[in-house]
């Protein structure tokens, strides 16, 4: 099983504030209206352009709540989403980097959507290391749609989930269902979600309020993402404009509803000077639906639509509201992006964020010292879509679908476009586009040929802001089962990826009553430098009375599932995280197939581990059978990349047989699909394939086996891009010896 660092969040209870030490000196000081750390609320709309808010210029769509907001506090005019879709431009929100290193830059396609991993660190796990308690509202956006999966916010730092898991499910209003932490809730009939996803924040408010300990309320309800489906158009009704375009207005005007109502509930609640509340957007706003923009001059001044690069489609509003801490009727033209929120909200909680994040803090701005806030060096973008819309890509010259970058720095903001879809064609075919933002905000004018000295500085910093991969410093605390050892183990990791050193870290285990667990190697440190790891190594021992398997092969003594939890602290911090200590199925009697045998675990990139069918999407068991070539093979296994399935064979089997490949049904799908096969045996590697494509046919695998307990079938993404990355495993067979 995967482990992640909040698993088991129910039966773990985060620590309290009061428990917790003061934090160190050398913590940022963060002025704040009452003593402790502040409740942090985060709304963010689906599709909300720049000038879709009447504090934003909006003529024609009622928002009074947010429009008092930001009387009331401070308003951001140039504030911009990371991406100009939603799925990158919410990842990179979430986990601080920009989309030239975040886990997810492209919005999902045919062939599955990259998701978040146990490397991702989210605002939410920040915050939970500082005690605060944490809830989602509303779409979430990464699949696959399952509970039990390190993409689900559950495992990604909130303790409390209701909405939408998948991109695509986001899309319905009145869903047949929406998940509620790991479980799937019918709705009644007719029930409109976003009313019902508002709801359920507003209880995680009162639940909240009273404390011990802060909270952290992330609600993002998909108003006014397309379709424009609302209750009734209210008081648009009337207006002479096209059922779209009255649904997308009281779409809008029903998310500023619901902010109010956010706001006051803090009041009523008698906490809104102990909160700091942001409302902002994922990307410019969109022509979805028969829906103009142009009608409600959706992007103000500014040119480009949702899918733009150009200001109209990530530059967003932002409003930042705390009384009592923020100077009402404020305003900041620093360059603020989204992923500036995880660094921002960790500093306002005094929490231990990432070193290697992209984002900068912008607490000062909030705290009125804005000279004190840290300005980024220049602010990048980068659009993979194959999404197009009229207006969009026009704006575009017809390259909507092409690979596009951006940056900006100072006055100066480049756009441009790849010949095709390729992010490594030479400079020099690039489609360059440079504008003065001083003069021309609008970017009408392109005056790249007048500075070719900033083109040249403006392309280095393109290519030196893109990765295509991006390891992350380890963060937090883990926790991994040793399967097959000679007795059962766990191996806990504390990572300090912040920038200070954590005094007085230690590790505990919590086990089942009568569990024992012996480290071997020191599980405490006076100090934990930056970077570091405390790595640890669990000997359990279970209770005397607990039956062992009587299969000679079995070396986990174990008859279920052990919940394995482990608490991690510092001088300021605490880190919970857990596993599951399971048993390991019977090994193979007799020849055959491994689709017919259990599996000691299974991990896929995008959705469940498909039994000898291959489809990509759908659940296992559906679909057709896997098919290499035209010819077509009963049993297998469909996965998609990044996978990992291992199998116990208990030193039994001799040979191990396959074929492994990007399937017929995958290749017809797109021809983009990209990956490598490893087959290792007990830690050791076995096999790794050549670069699996569907033109290249499956790869044919003969392997000796003899005395391999436990047998590891890897598939890895082998070109950075892992949406069409759908692979099977045909006939992967066992011969015992």
């Known amino acids: 099983m995967p482990s992640r660092r909040h698993f088991l969040a129910g039966s773990v209870a985060a620590a309290g504030l009061a428990a917790l030490p003061q934090l160190p000196a050398a913590a940022p000081a963060v002025a704040a209206a009452t003593d402790g750390p502040p409740n942090l609320v985060v709304i963010l709309a689906d599709d909300l352009g720049h000038g879709d808010l009447g504090a934003y210029g909006q003529q024609l769509i009622s928002t009074p709540r947010t429009d008092r907001l930001a009387a009331e506090g401070l308003r951001f005019t140039d504030a911009y989403s990371a991406a100009a879709v939603c799925a990158p431009s919410r990842a990179a929100l979430l986990t601080g980097l920009h989309t030239g290193h975040a886990a997810v830059r492209a919005n999902p396609a045919a062939g599955g959507q990259g998701g978040l991993g146990p490397g991702d660190t989210t605002f939410a796990e920040v915050l939970r290391a500082r005690g605060y308690r944490t809830g989602l509202f509303g779409k979430w956006g990464f699949g696959p749609e399952a509970g039990d999966q390190p993409s689900h916010p559950g495992a990604r730092g909130f303790e409390e989930f209701y909405g939408y898991i998948d991109h695509g499910h986001a899309h319905q209003y009145y869903p047949a269902h929406l998940w509620h932490n790991d479980a799937r809730e019918n709705l009644p009939a007719g029930t409109y979600a976003p009313d019902a996803i508002a709801g359920r924040a507003l209880d995680f408010i009162d639940t909240h309020a009273a404390g011990p300990d802060p909270f952290l309320l992330l609600l993002t309800p998909n108003l006014p993402h397309a379709p424009s489906d609302v209750p009734d158009t209210g008081e648009y009704a009337t207006r002479p404009w096209s059922g779209p375009n009255k649904g997308h207005a009281a779409q809008i005007t029903r998310f500023d509803a619901q902010v109010g109502a956010v ?3 803090l009041r009523a609640r008698g ?11 994922d990307n410019g706003p969109h022509e979805e639906g028969g829906v103009d923009p142009d009608l409600f001059d959706a992007a103000g001044p500014l040119r480009g639509y949702k899918r733009n690069l150009y200001e109209g489609g990530v530059r967003v509003p932002l409003i930042a509201w705390a009384p009592g801490r923020i100077t009402p009727g404020t305003t900041s033209a620093r360059p603020t992006p989204l992923h500036d929120v995880l660094p921002t909200l960790a500093d306002l909680a005094g929490a231990p964020a990432p070193a290697d994040i992209d984002g900068l803090s912008a607490a000062p701005v909030l705290l009125g010292r804005a000279g ?15 999404g197009v819309t009229s207006r969009a890509n026009a704006q575009d ?8 970058e951006a940056i900006r720095k100072d006055r100066w903001k480049a756009v441009r476009f790849a010949p095709g879809r390729d992010r490594n064609a030479p400079d020099a075919q690039w489609r360059f586009e440079l504008y003065d933002l001083a003069a021309d905000p609008g970017e009408r004018y392109d005056v790249a040929a007048a500075n070719p000295s900033v083109v040249a500085s403006l392309t280095a910093l393109l290519r030196g802001s893109w990765s295509d991969t991006y390891p992350r410093r380890p963060w937090g605390l883990s926790v991994t089962a040793a399967t097959g050892a000679d007795a059962p183990a766990v191996t806990t990791r504390l990572s300090n990826g912040t920038g200070r050193a954590w005094p007085e870290a230690r590790v505990a285990l919590r086990l089942p009553p009568g569990w024992t667990a012996t480290p071997a190697g020191p599980a405490a440190t006076p100090s934990l430098a930056p970077g570091a790891t405390l790595t640890t190594t669990w000997t359990l021992t279970a209770p005397e009375n607990l ?10 003594p174990v008859t279920g599932p052990v919940l394995v939890a482990a608490e991690a602290t510092t001088s300021a911090f605490r880190f919970t995280a857990g596993t599951r200590l399971t048993p390991l199925p019977e090994p193979p009697t007799r020849d055959g197939y491994l689709s017919d045998l259990p599996w000691v675990s299974a991990v896929n990139g995008w959705g469940p581990v498909e039994i000898d069918r291959s489809n990509g999407r759908k659940e296992a ?8 070539g035209g010819v077509t093979y009963a049993k297998g296994l469909g996965v998609h990349a990044p996978s990992e399935i291992v199998y116990h064979l208990g030193g039994r089997a001799s040979r191990f047989t396959a074929l492994v490949g990007i399937d017929d049904f995958s290749k017809k799908q ?12 007990d830690g050791r590697t076995l096999l790794t394939t050549p670069t699996l494509t569907g033109a290249s046919g499956p790869t044919a695998i003969d392997l000796d086996v003899r005395g391999v307990r436990l047998l590891h079938l890897v598939v ?22």
């Not at 840290?374 to 602010?379: A, D, E, K, V």
């Not at 010259?397 to 596009?404: D, E, F, P, S, Y």
């Not at 890895?716 to 099977?728: G, K, L, V, Y």
């Open 716 to 737: 890895e993404d082998a070109n950075t891009n892992s949406a069409f990355d759908h692979t099977s495993w045909a006939r992967p067979h066992v011969t015992l010896a």
């Open 372 to 386: 004190q806030a840290p300005l980024h060096s220049h602010l990048y973008w980068y659009r993979d879509e194959q």
């Open 547 to 556: 039956e062992a398997p009587e299969t000679p092969d079995a070396v986990v």
């Open 397 to 404: 010259g017809g390259r909507a679908q092409r690979v596009a």
């Open 271 to 281: 906490i809104a000077d102990r909160t700091v509340v942001l409302v902002t957007s």
């Open 263 to 265: 706001v006051d509930r």
């Open 670 to 681: 797109s021809p983009s699909g990209a990956t490598r096969a490893v087959v290792r045996a």
């Open 621 to 628: 068991g559906d679909g057709t059978p896997i098919a290499f």
